[in-house]
Every structure is written in structure tokens, then in C-alpha cells.
């Protein structure tokens, strides 16, 4: 890469993005397609601004970067494991060293204040992104992570705690990933918006092949659970968390005090235990 590309990764001609800024009201998330195929960028930003068309109004008003990227970064998949089709995170002031280049510049800007340009991340691997129906479905699960950091932002602490409960507890509970009610309620809303944008025909056909191919029991008993969810009905998530605390969790009020040390500081303030299991304080 030459050195014109390093500094100017977003208008690198070696680096072919595009840079979608939607709609001018408000703060419309930003949505990067690398792609050296000009067909292939088009055709994914489109496929991304309906998702977030579908979303309505419910997408928080914050600096959002939704990058889509060609290949599959790999410390990534090291990282969040091999069958990780994309991920959600808020950004803080740190120079993101496992990201990639192209990434990294568009979001760390050292020499300016705040040295972030967003605070928010959405990353698609290239992988996820060669079908436009698994790119919807990611995306659109992705995006409800990103409005219940912002939107509920205490029960998506509370359901961000339970995958950091040592993995006896998570065997004991025989917890499946879909079990956790933020992580069943973007499944709903991603299933719910492909169907919307696709149809139902071909959504279930896509769920019944990802069923067939998939060479892990995790990831074959997490599109089972997704070919079973109902998307016609409202998941109420503040409802069905306190359930799952009070009904699943009840026994385990060390393990979770312990998995709420683990976490920073700013998270573990989030998460009210007694609260959640239905429990007045001593
Ligand atoms: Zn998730």
C-alpha cells in the first residue's frame, strides 16, 4: 500500500469506498461498502439503507459506523470465533490495534478532538456480505444491539452479563446463545426484517440452509432457534429479562456477582442484581 494510501485510506483509489450519508436530518448512521466492484458497493448499500428504512425511527441519533467489509478480518474471527458473522460495539478513545487499517482510520483520528469519529461500531465480515440476505439479517441484528445499548441501556448490561458467567454455570444452565433475551430479541427483529424485505418463503429456505450446512452443533441449534422464533408478535425485553433472571438465575447470585466484577466499572453501575432477581435490598 503506498503511502498516499496509508494517509487517505477513505479516498484511496487502492481502498474503493463509499461513503453513504443518507439522510441529512438528524444523525443518520454512515455506512461504508468496501468493494473494488462498483456493482457489488451499490448493491450493498442499498441492501443497508433499507435495513435501516426498516428500523424507522427507532435508531438512536448517534455517530454510528457501519462498515462492510470485503474479506474476513481474521484477528476478528480469532477473536469472536469462527462462526461470527458480525458484531456491535460502542467506541471509546483508543487506538483499536487489532482492527484493520482501513477501519481503524476512519474511526481513530489522533490528531483531532475527540479522537474518535464515531462511537459506535458495526462491522460485517466479507464473508456475511456475499449474500445479501445474510447481510440484511446480520445487519438488522447488529442494529438492535446498537438501539438497546442506547435505548435500554440497562438491560442490555443485564443480558451482556450472562455470556461472562464461568462456563460451569453456562453448562449447568444448559444456556444456548439464542436463551439470552437481548440476543433472542435481534434474532426476532433481524428474522422480522428479512422477511419484510425478502419475503417469508425465501428467509425460511435461507434458515433451512444454514441448517444443513452448518459443521458446529452451536451454530446448527442457533438457526434452529431462529427458524422457530415468531416475529408476529411484540418480545417485550424488559419483561422477559426479569423472567429469565428470576426464573433461570435465581440459584446463581454469587456467579453473577462475580461475573459483574469482572467488568468495568461504568458497566457493573449499569446492573441492579437484587433488582433483576426480585429482590429488595437488605
Ligand atoms: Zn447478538
Redesign the pocket.
Known amino acids: 500500500m503506498s503511502a498516499k494510501c496509508r494517509d487517505r485510506a477513505e479516498a484511496c483509489e487502492c481502498v474503493k469506498l463509499v461513503q453513504v450519508l443518507g439522510s441529512r436530518l438528524g444523525m443518520a448512521p454512515t455506512v461504508i461498502v468496501k468493494s473494488e466492484n462498483v456493482g457489488i458497493r451499490t448493491q450493498r448499500e442499498t441492501a443497508a439503507q433499507r435495513v435501516i428504512a426498516n428500523f424507522g425511527n427507532q435508531i438512536p441519533d448517534r455517530r454510528l459506523l457501519c462498515f462492510f467489509d470485503d474479506t474476513d478480518w481474521q484477528p476478528f474471527k480469532d477473536r469472536f470465533g469462527k462462526e461470527n458473522r458480525a ?2 460495539g460502542p467506541l471509546r478513545e483508543e487506538a483499536l490495534p487489532d482492527w484493520p487499517d482501513y477501519v481503524r482510520r476512519l474511526i481513530f483520528v489522533p490528531l483531532s478532538a475527540p479522537k474518535v469519529a464515531f462511537d459506535h461500531v458495526i462491522y460485517l465480515y466479507g464473508s456475511t456480505c456475499s449474500s445479501l440476505l445474510a447481510l440484511t439479517m446480520s445487519f438488522a ?2 442494529l438492535q ?1 446498537f438501539v438497546q445499548h442506547e435505548n435500554v441501556r440497562l438491560l442490555w448490561a443485564a443480558n451482556s452479563l450472562l455470556p461472562h458467567l464461568d462456563g460451569s454455570v453456562i453448562s449447568a444452565l444448559e444456556l444456548r ?1 439464542c436463551d439470552i433475551p ?2 433472542r430479541e ?2 426476532i427483529v433481524s428474522k422480522r426484517t428479512a422477511e419484510n424485505l425478502f419475503g417469508v418463503g425465501d428467509v425460511n429456505r435461507y434458515v433451512d440452509a444454514k441448517i444443513a450446512e452448518s459443521t458446529t452443533d452451536g451454530d446448527r441449534t442457533d438457526w434452529e432457534c431462529i427458524r422457530g422464533l415468531d416475529t408476529s408478535t411484540h418480545y417485550d425485553l424488559a419483561l422477559e429479562t426479569m423472567l429469565f433472571f428470576q426464573r433461570r438465575l435465581k440459584d446463581y447470585i454469587p456467579e453473577l456477582e462475580k461475573a459483574l466484577q469482572r467488568m468495568p466499572a461504568d458497566f457493573s453501575a449499569d446492573v441492579d442484581l437484587r433488582k433483576l432477581l426480585g429482590r429488595t435490598s437488605a
Open positions: 458484531f456491535y441484528h447488529e444491539h446463545w437481548h440476543e435481534a434474532r
